[in-house]
């Protein structure tokens, strides 16, 4: 069974800094492209950050550029985000989600992935 699972999230103070993990059992991520998105209470799931099967390719929202850092470890079948300079806006529910596309193809489009973590909660405290 596929099956994606983040952690890493909690309770941060502003400027503060976390790194989510999504760790896949059940299949290989080495085909596998990968994004990052999050939900606000009222708000749509909006994209975040998303890495290429290779890792050759990352793309990152205008919201979090330079902060936000995505990176994968195929060996370890996981995925990674890392979060610095928290701001109170990056409260939301994180997931993670994943397409099998073997190339150096990356989105953040929630609408192009159709596997999916339960989500870790980040809370920043201003």
């Known amino acids: 069974q596929l099956q994606l699972v983040e952690s890493g999230g909690g309770l941060v103070q502003a400027g503060g800094s976390l790194r989510l993990t999504c760790a896949a059992s059940?299949?290989?991520?080495?085909?596998?492209?990968i994004g990052w998105f999050r939900q606000a209470p009222g708000k749509e799931r909006e994209g975040v950050s998303c890495?290429?099967?290779?890792?050759?390719?990352?793309n990152v929202a205008d919201s979090v550029k330079g902060r936000f850092t995505i990176s994968r470890d195929n060996a370890k079948n996981t995925v990674y985000l890392q979060m610095n300079s928290l701001k109170p806006e990056d409260t939301a529910v994180y997931y993670c989600a994943a397409v099998a596309r073997y190339s150096s193809w990356c989105s953040l489009s929630r609408y192009e992935y159709n596997y999916w973590g339960q989500g870790t909660q980040v809370t920043v405290s201003s």
């Open positions: 059940g299949f290989t991520l080495n085909y596998y492209g």
């Open positions: 890495i290429s099967s290779s890792g050759g390719r990352t």
